[in-house]
């Protein structure tokens, strides 16, 4: 095995290690940040009025009152990509309507019916991007390795905590 071969397969047990003790040491838990699940009627259409791109988003909008992601006891949520490494994440009261968007993502959401969290690029994602390469050199690039956690206050998503596994 030459030199090369072997720093690489150095780099890649560190990002494992690594990326396992910030999954189960410091990351956020959905379970801190519980929400009460709606069992009501669900509104029938969208209120376009409620955010200023609701109407330019109706159709995968309206589309998410009828599916079965959900997100925070009372929210449908959806999200759709917006270029290359891209996704824009909307939520859907199924109490009134009201549509508001969330933060954008570049390696996609993590979410539960009955939890007010919100994991934007979750850890397990950034070890699909490229699980050969060397993530970690020079700390990484932000985009690449950080997981954003944020939380529903009722009208906006604060964000919480972010986690760079290569710079914990």
């Not at 409620?50 to 997100?71: C, I, N, V």
């Not at 270029?83 to 199924?94: K, P, R, T």
């Not at 690449?144 to 290569?166: I, K, M, P, R």
């Amino acid at each position: 095995m030459n030199s090369e071969t072997k720093l690489m397969l150095w780099h890649l047990a560190a990002l494992i290690c690594c990326m396992s003790f910030v999954t189960s040491a410091n990351a956020a838990d959905f379970g801190d940040f519980p929400a009460e699940a709606y069992r009501g009627d669900v509104v029938e259409q969208i209120d376009l009025d409620s955010h200023p791109d609701a109407k330019t988003f109706r159709t995968r909008l309206q589309a998410a009152l009828y599916g079965e992601e959900r997100f925070g006891g009372h929210f449908a949520i959806t999200y759709w990509g917006c270029g290359s490494s891209c996704q824009v994440l909307a939520i859907v009261d199924l109490r009134n309507g009201a549509v508001h968007f969330g933060p954008t993502a570049s390696l996609g959401y993590d979410y539960r019916d009955d939890s007010d969290l919100l994991v934007v690029n979750p850890l397990e994602n950034i070890g699909e991007l490229n699980p050969d390469a060397p993530f970690c050199v020079d700390g990484g690039s932000p985009w690449a390795t950080t997981s954003h956690y944020y939380v529903w206050n009722g009208n906006d998503f604060l964000l919480h905590q972010e986690l760079n596994y290569c710079q914990n």
